[in-house]
């Protein structure tokens, strides 16, 4: 059984640049959510896809963006990034509402 | 609004003896309650979880226990290992909620 992936696993970003992050759910998973973790902080949820579609979302702004695809994996898409942005991007899949498995994350440093 | 609450950022534990996290919260519509530990460069790892409709779970070494009228849970670890050392957060949801809210974390270690 496939767990969580994600990529990349780091990125530095200029700010007001364009990011897309990308993560695959582990097998059997239908769901799957998207959380920043700021340095020294717990992940703070940014949005949920299920069945394409979004399924919630967090405090976060617009420029936070994000697609699931039918084989359920799912991007992140940072539109004119700040530096605030600077963070560890972590996705988790899930079947439905049922508990949450995360992968790794993406680092991202925007400069 | 920190909703969730680790008032402890750092535990230090002889190896062998139990450990003790704590996690409190304020929002009463929380029913479910997870654990999870990471470890430097990679993603939360599920622990254990508990339901509001029990005040304890146990899977071998770790137990969690519910304390609803004092909106408090902690998980007990026994005995502690070396490979127990990583940060551990608590985290809640809702019924019909789709978001996980997350404690600050507390960095266990456990000293041989």
């Not at chain 1, 992140?76 to 988790?92: F, G, H, K, Q």
């Not at chain 2, 339901?51 to 004092?70: M, P």
């Not at chain 2, 909106?71 to 990583?86: E, F, N, R, T």
Request: net charge neutral.
């Amino acid at each position: 059984e496939t767990g969580v992936t994600q990529s990349p696993t780091h990125l530095i970003k200029t700010r007001g640049q364009q990011v897309t992050l990308r993560c695959s759910s582990q097998s059997g998973h239908n769901t799957v959510s998207w959380y920043q973790q700021a340095l020294g902080q717990g992940p703070q949820f940014i949005f949920q896809y299920y069945r394409e579609e979004e399924n919630g979302r967090g405090n976060f702004p617009p420029r936070f963006s994000g697609l699931q695809f039918p084989n359920y994996s799912s991007e992140l898409n940072v539109n004119a990034l700040e530096l605030d942005d600077s963070a560890l991007y972590l996705c988790a899949s899930s079947f439905w509402q049922e508990t949450q498995y995360f992968g790794p994350g993406t680092r991202l440093l925007v400069l | 609004d920190q909703q969730v609450k680790q008032n402890s950022p750092s535990l230090s534990v002889q190896e062998g003896r139990i450990s003790i996290l704590n996690c409190d919260y304020t929002n009463s519509m929380f029913d479910y309650f997870l654990w999870y530990k990471k470890y430097p460069a990679e993603g939360p790892t599920f622990l254990i979880s508990i339901s509001s409709i029990k005040d304890k779970n146990e899977d071998g070494r770790f137990t969690v226990f519910l304390n609803k009228s004092a909106k408090h849970l902690s998980l007990h670890i026994v005995p502690s290992q070396p490979g127990d050392s990583a940060v551990y957060f608590c985290a809640a949801s809702a019924r019909g909620a789709q978001k996980l809210v997350f404690g600050q974390g507390t960095r266990l270690t456990i000293n041989p």
